[in-house]
């Protein structure tokens, strides 16, 4: 401690009071998870702190031996973490006492600084750095041509395609389109196969870019209440509701459901698939949060992979995974149902970014690498997010869930989503009402809560809640910009 200078710490010196050993010892894992623990150890236990200026990258990297790149990731994972944080130009602090994750009471100027809970959308995957400088060296190269790419670039639709056949479905280039992101894959799916009057069974909570959109092609929802304690029962109330109201869509998310979280195990799923079938229903499935396991909990076949390939089309990204930034999704379906998608799409747009494709070829090469690191970030995200609710907001139920991005909590008597995201809002604190995630009035007594920010944030964002929480809602005005519930 006491050979420290009071504000900075020079790489050797640093490099000197890592652990080797335990960077050696460790069981799997990346490397640059070995070195931010031990950083996070040293500022813990007060052998760093509080303000100290830390070693500039490549310094720090020379002196530990390794690349660049894994003493940026481990900085980064820190940053994210909250425990340090970069000033432009002047390098990279330990962060004060005050902001470092704690169980402690809210700081007075947290309280009124912006916090936006309203999506569930994680920051961008330390692994991106790396992807983007081999896609900056490689456009070059594409400057001659013109630069669409109206399905995509081959090489992406191959490793999406490979994506696939890993998980067993049978999969070329010819049954990829790739896309700007998931949303846009959405929009030209839906675009194509919703006929006006169209009724599209939509799992409740649902994802609330669907219902918008199958009311802006002229269709109308169904929505059929999912229960992630009890998954398998969706597959009878699918059935009944598909024999009810005659429809010819539905979009399901049988992983990790956004908002609910909910998984459907293997028998569900394909009974649900067969199901839809059988009343010649296509089935759209979004799997945006398929890879956002974080339990290693062993993935499930894929939805539709034991049913005819024509039975369902299928939605991915990389926007979860790596981030949302970089705007690279796909559908994968049958080449006739897709090449349908593809003149829906084109009409729309010409092409998804080259150089996003060409970072996306390299993520797509490493994605269980890319998998894994967004599952340690997620897993230590949740597990604050759950403890630390569990503490301050003890009247909140939730489902503790094994992936996605956030917890989706039932809310006790006498709060109502909207009241409490009027009432955050004025104290810096944005989130999605619940109301959002239905149709009606439905969930206006849930709140989603997304773990995709730092801890310190999350921190205040449950302080702040807690706060509402204890002090009483006010009910909300019938008729005002938030609606008042009737559930
Ligand atoms: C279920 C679901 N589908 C699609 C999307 C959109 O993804 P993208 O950013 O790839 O457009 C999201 C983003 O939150 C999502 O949660």
């Known amino acids: 401690m006491d050979s420290f200078d009071a504000t900075a710490i020079s790489a050797p010196e640093l490099a000197a009071r890592i652990d080797p050993s335990s960077l050696r010892n460790r069981s799997g894992g990346p490397l640059y998870l070995g070195i931010a623990d031990e950083l996070r150890r040293l500022i813990e236990n007060g052998e760093v702190t509080a303000q100290t200026r830390l070693p500039a990258e490549r310094a720090l990297s020379i002196s530990l031996d390794v690349s660049r790149v894994t003493v940026a990731s481990a900085y980064r994972h820190l940053r994210e973490g909250g425990w340090i944080s970069a000033q432009r130009g002047s390098g990279t602090y330990v962060s004060p006492t005050s902001s470092l994750p ?38 070059t190269g594409r400057f001659a041509s013109g630069g669409y790419a109206p399905s995509g670039l081959l090489e992406l639709r191959e490793s999406v395609a490979a994506y696939y056949r890993g998980r067993g479905i049978p999969t070329t280039a010819d049954n990829i389109l790739v896309t700007s992101g998931a949303t846009d894959a ?46 398998e029962e969706f597959v009878a109330s699918a059935d009944r509701a598909a024999r009810q109201s005659a429809p010819t869509l539905a979009y399901f998310m049988p992983d990790f459901s956004n908002p609910s979280g909910a998984r459907l195990p293997l028998q569900t799923r394909r009974q649900l698939s067969a199901t839809m079938h059988r009343h010649a229903i296509l089935t759209i499935v979004d799997e945006v949060a398929a890879d956002l396991s974080m339990d290693d909990s062993p993935d499930i076949e894929p939805f539709g992979a034991a049913t005819p390939d024509i039975a369902t089309v299928t939605i991915g990204s990389i926007s979860k995974t790596v981030w949302g930034g970089m705007r690279v999704g796909w559908v994968r379906a049958e080449a006739g149902l897709l090449a349908r998608v593809t003149a829906t799409y084109a009409r729309r747009q010409l092409s998804a970014s080259i150089f996003d494709q060409l970072a996306a070829v390299e993520l797509m090469g490493k994605y269980d690498e890319v998998r894994r690191v967004r599952a340690d970030t997620s897993r230590v995200a949740r597990d604050h997010t759950v403890a630390l609710m569990r503490d301050r907001l003890p009247d909140w139920q939730f489902r503790v869930p094994e992936g996605g991005l956030a917890l989706w909590c039932s809310l006790p008597d006498g709060i109502r989503s909207s009241a409490l995201v009027a009432e955050a809002h004025s104290h810096g604190l944005l989130l999605a009402p619940g109301l959002r995630f239905g149709t009606g009035y439905a969930f206006d007594d849930h709140q989603r809560i997304p773990f995709t920010r730092s801890l310190p944030d999350i921190t205040s964002a449950i302080e702040i809640l807690a706060r509402l929480s204890s002090a009483g809602m006010p009910t909300p005005v019938v008729g005002s910009s938030t609606p008042a519930a009737v559930v």
Do not use: M, Q
Request: proline share 11%; aromatic share 8%.
């Open 102 to 139: 704690s169980w402690g009471t809210l700081g007075g100027d947290r309280e009124t600084a912006d916090l936006g809970f309203v999506n569930a959308s994680p920051s961008a995957s330390p692994l991106l750095a790396d992807a983007y400088s081999v896609a900056a060296e490689k456009i």
């Open 186 to 231: 959405i929009h030209a799916v839906l675009a194509t196969f919703t006929e006006p009057g169209a009724r599209v069974l939509i799992e409740h909570p649902t994802y609330p870019v669907v219902v918008e959109l199958v009311h802006t092609f002229g269709g109308r929802c169904i929505p059929v209440p999912i229960d992630p304690e009890k998954p």
